[in-house]
């Protein structure tokens, strides 16, 4: 029997086309393929594979379509893997497969390590006077703050990883950017007020995604959350972005 074995991947998501790899795999290694009739479950052919009569996909592919996998089925979104043009000689970017498991990775997790030099936020003026009270002491502050969805874009699928709670339990303040903050408080300034803070050394900033993690430590981490909120010493600002993320 004349056999030939090919896979067109244009246009499949990502379940598909790792079933399709995972399949191809399996030829690849060699063994005997049973043709069977789907009906009646009848074989009707049986063919012995040499090992290698199919070419074995790369293990790393193999790792990142997993993970996109993962990403479609929690997501409940369809993400179609692009294929490479004859001019293009690499399919995926470095920041495509970056990003494709840094999320897969905070959705089996709910949590994530970001190491950041500083980040800012915008405060009003009440807010404002409480963290000049806090770090006018010199000392390192445990701060917490939360913003409503974080986005990512996989293979140009918009995925929403849901509210992120941030905390970085040991967080100072540069003497300009305190100085700056002083300045502020003491005009009464009406409109929203930029403030920088800066990590401690060895203290990274730690993200948690409710939406992923399980159910006893989403509640337990939003009651914290809540409760931090009136704590003395301890202060939920929105964040608005942070900047300078270290390689």
Known sequence: MLFNYAVNYQGLTAKRELDAIRFTDAMAKGGTLELIHVDTGFTFQTI???????????????????????IQSKAC???????ASES????????DVDIAFETAQKMETGRAIL????WQTAVDLALAKK?????DKGEPVS????????TVTIFGMEIHLGMVVLTCERTTMADEDLKALKEAVAANQERSILVRFTPSEGSPMLAHYP?????????????????AATEAGRVIPELSKYSDKEE
């Open 143 to 150: 701060l917490s703050f939360s913003f409503e969805d974080e």
């Open 48 to 70: 012995k594979l040499t090992p290698g009569f199919v070419p074995a996909t790369e293990p790393d592919l193999i790792k990142l379509i997993e993970k996109v996998a993962l």
């Open 131 to 135: 963290l000049v009270d806090l770090f």
């Open 211 to 227: 939406a992923w993690l399980p159910t006893d430590q989403r509640d337990f981490l939003v009651g914290q959350l809540d409760r």
């Open 88 to 95: 293009e000689k690499e399919i995926f970017s470095a920041k």
């Open 115 to 118: 190491n950041v030099a500083h």
């Open 77 to 83: 979104v369809p993400i179609i893997i692009p294929e």
